[in-house]
């Protein structure tokens, strides 16, 4: 079988292609498949002839093919992605008029298991590959020519999976994305999303080229966290603050806490008001998501009054957003990513 030339590194192209061809040679494959992101390898035309049928014979670029587009009423359009073994996995292009936003994926399902979350009802098929994850941001970004110069790209993986549970595959993605060889997006344009895997939080704060982080919070108390995020029994809500306080921030970066509001569980004045406590001297700042339904999920939206309301009293000690949901109507809205007809 073609071995997938997406996700490799310039040192593990140099290997592909041998001792035989000069080290530019690598960077040239590189370059045409991160930077210029050719369609094809016979299209690699500074390579010679023989060299580029050599690659067409023994390899692929390992590009997802796609199985269905969706299109949102409000300009979000919801890709199912066929991965090389038949699964299919999701991703999110969210444009606005400043910037654009694609939602991928790390995992084909998720292993979690929290209570408002329909890719939880899915379970975990397996973890994704560095060309995956590469992959869905070059496939998406071509659709829709959201790479041309000027552009404004941010990638957020909050799409199916828990990114820290896939972190080597993770960080290689975000090299080549990052690389100004390779992709060339900024690190302040990418930010990985955890429910909090304590000790790949301290791993991922080792990387010298890294996401930014985002921690799921959603609770205000350890026992309601634990009831809707049962793997948090393993990672207590003191110690994750801990590691939250310990991580290495760069000059420009603020830590992020994703907060999901649950109708009459966890939005009430009281439970703002200790999200504000518990975030007390953490340099960060706080998003909201007011849930975004969908079947199988035993929780309610809260109204839009008691949101403003939960902002209203964090906003007083530090910079709190209420994330507008995007494609709920495709079922691409955080939380909904489930493979669902729509």
Known sequence: ???????????????????????????????ALYHTQVHD?????????????QLVSEHTIGLPELDRRYQSNDGTRRYLLRLEDGRTVETVWMPEDTRDTLCISSQVGCPVDCKFCMTALMGL??????????????FVARDNGLLEPGSRLNIVMMGMGEPLLNLPNVVKATRILVDSRGVGL????????????????????????????AVSLNA???????????ITRKYHLKDLLDACRAFPLRT?????????????VNDTDADARRVVKLLAHLNCKVNLI??????GIPYETPDPERVHAFQAIVKRSMPCFIRKPRGLDIFAACGQLKRNEG
Do not use: C, D, H
């Not at 999303?193 to 890294?210: A, H, M, N, Q």
């Not at 007011?290 to 079947?295: D, R, T, V």
């Open 1 to 31: 079988m073609p071995q997938a030339l997406l996700g490799m590194e310039l040192s593990e192209i140099r290997q592909v292609l041998g001792a035989r061809e000069p080290e530019f040679r690598a960077r040239q494959v590189y370059e």
């Open 41 to 53: 390898l016979i299209q690699i035309t500074t390579l010679p002839g023989k060299l580029r049928q």
């Open 125 to 138: 098929e397996r973890s994704l590959t560095a060309g995956e994850i590469v992959g869905q941001v070059l």
């Open 186 to 213: 900024s690190e302040k344009r990418i930010t990985l999303s955890t429910v909090g895997i304590i000790p790949k939080i301290e791993e991922l704060g080792r990387e010298p080229v890294r996401p930014k982080l």
């Open 220 to 230: 205000s108390t350890e026992e309601m966290r634990q009831e809707l995020m049962p």
């Open 252 to 264: 420009w970066e603020k830590l992020t806490f994703e907060y999901v509001l649950l109708r009459g």
């Open 290 to 295: 007011a849930l975004n339904p969908g079947p």
